[in-house]
C-alpha cells in the first residue's frame, strides 16, 4: 500500500458505565487545509441505565452515516491505540462486524519527522496555535467549563481537527508528501482496525 485516496482524522470519546453520550470527532485532510470537520453525539451502548430522555441519535444510527461517510479512506488520530480501542467496544456492543479500517498514528508520525513527544493539547499549543489564539480557547472554556471536555482542545472534534493541521502544517511540508503520499515516508505506522496487526513502512 503506497498511496491512500482519502485521510480523515477521527477521535473517538465513546461515552462508558456513567457517561451516556458519546462523541465522535471528524476533520477530512486535504493536502493543504483541512477540507471538512464535524462533530457527532450519540447515545452510548456502553451507558448502563436509561436513556430515554436523550434526544441524541443511537451509535448505531449515527454509525450508518458515518460508516458510508469514511467509505474506503485511510483514519488517522493522535495515538491511534487509544481511538481504535474506543470504536472496536462501541461496534461490538451494538452488535456491528468490525471492518478492516486502517489507521495511520499521527502521534508517532510526528515524532519521526520532528521528535515531538507529548499528549495533543501540549503538541497543539506549542506547533499550531498562537499565543493570542491560545489566550481565546481558554477564556471560551472558562465561561462555559461544564460544557467543554477539555482547556484547549475542547472536544473530540477539536482534538480530530488539531491531528489534522499536524498533517497539513507539520507532517506535509516537512516530508513533501500529501494525502495520497503519505505512505512512502519511511518508518510510517499502519494498524488493522479489524486484525489489530501492525505494519511499518520503511
Given at each position: ?20 453520550v458519546g ?65 472496536k467496544a462501541?461496534?461490538q456492543a ?109
Open positions: 500500500m503506497s498511496e491512500i485516496n482519502r485521510l480523515i482524522s477521527i477521535d473517538i470519546e465513546p461515552g462508558g458505565r456513567t457517561k451516556p462523541t465522535i470527532g471528524i476533520a477530512e485532510i486535504g493536502d493543504t487545509q483541512i477540507l471538512s470537520d464535524f462533530l457527532m453525539r450519540f447515545r452510548s451502548p456502553l451507558f448502563k441505565g436509561s436513556q430515554s430522555h436523550l434526544d441524541h441519535p443511537s451509535f448505531a444510527e449515527s454509525w450508518q452515516y458515518l460508516d458510508a461517510f469514511i467509505d474506503e479512506s485511510t483514519l488517522t488520530s493522535y495515538g491511534y491505540g487509544y481511538d481504535m480501542k474506543a470504536l462501541l461496534l451494538d452488535g456491528f462486524d468490525v471492518p478492516d479500517y486502517t489507521f495511520l498514528d499521527g502521534k508517532t508520525t510526528l515524532n519521526r519527522v520532528r521528535k515531538q513527544i507529548g499528549d495533543l493539547q501540549t503538541v497543539a499549543s506549542e506547533l499550531l496555535f498562537t499565543d493570542n489564539e491560545i489566550k481565546q480557547k481558554k477564556a471560551i472554556w472558562k465561561l462555559n467549563p461544564e460544557k467543554y471536555d477539555k482547556v484547549i482542545l475542547h472536544n473530540a472534534q477539536d482534538d480530530a481537527v488539531a491531528n489534522a493541521m499536524i498533517f497539513t502544517e507539520v507532517i506535509f511540508p516537512e516530508t513533501g508528501t500529501n494525502c495520497s503520499t503519505i505512505l512512502s515516508y519511511p518508518q510510517v505506522a499502519l494498524k488493522s482496525l479489524k486484525t489489530r496487526a501492525s505494519s511499518i513502512h520503511s
